[in-house]
Structure formats: C-alpha cells, structure tokens
C-alpha cells in the first residue's frame, strides 16, 4: 500500500515556474514506477511525465517537452515536477500516481494503481 501526497501548486504568471513534488509513505519507494497527470476543468486526465523506479523518465505530453522535467529521491521518498515556461493552457489538476513496477514508464491513467488526491496550478496574469 502506497499513499501519495502532491504539493507546490498555486498560480502563477505565464512564463512562470513551479516545482510540485509528490511524497509518498509506503515501504519499497524504488519499486514504484511514478506518473504524473493532470486534468484541465472538464476534460479527461492526461500523462504529464513518468519516471521509473530506477530515475528513467519520459514526456508523456508533447507540449511539455523542454519544459517540464521530472525527477526523485528515493531516499526522501519523493518525485518531483519541475514546470518552466508555464502556460495558459498547463493550467489544471496535477496527479502524481504509483505503479509497483520498477522497469517501466506506464503511460494510460489505468496503468496506475495508487493515485494522490492533487494539486491545484493556475496560469493566469
């Protein structure tokens, strides 16, 4: 069982940076691989980012590319999103979620078992 806490949301200017992290409890932190979602206001939940258990990451998104990069401390138990460049339109929900592989970069919202409860970001002047 893993639980996942997201914070470091809030609003920001355009062209502005955030760096939300994800803090998980849970043993085996290593084995999880952690995705990170967002959910614009009525639209379906979309991949951001993922990063393997091992620190493999891929964009999930292309609009992040060179944008977004994501990171994790195994020994804190925590992943990162670090958000530059921001935009109107990165406006929304952000999720992070866990899944107990260590390999692999999932992709689809069902890949995922464990999910945080979200952070609020808002781009806006």
């Known amino acids: 069982q893993l639980q996942l806490v997201e914070s470091g949301g809030g609003l920001v200017q355009p062209g502005g940076s955030l760096r939300l992290s994800c803090a998980a409890s849970?043993?085996?932190?290593?084995?999880?691989?952690i995705g990170w979602f967002r959910q614009a206001s009525g639209k379906g939940r979309e991949g951001v980012f993922c990063i393997t258990g091992g620190g493999t990451s891929a964009a999930l998104e292309d609009s992040v590319k060179g944008r977004f990069t994501v990171s994790r401390d195994n020994a804190k138990n925590t992943v990162y999103l670090q958000m530059n460049g921001l935009k109107a339109h990165d406006t929304a929900v952000y999720f992070c979620?866990?899944?107990?592989?260590?390999?692999?970069?999932?992709?689809?919202?069902?890949?995922?078992?464990?999910w945080g409860q979200g952070t609020q970001v808002t781009v806006s002047s």
């Open positions: 979620a866990a899944r107990a592989v260590r390999y692999l970069c999932p992709a689809s919202v069902s890949d995922y078992t464990y």
């Open positions: 849970g043993p085996d932190f290593d084995n999880y691989s």
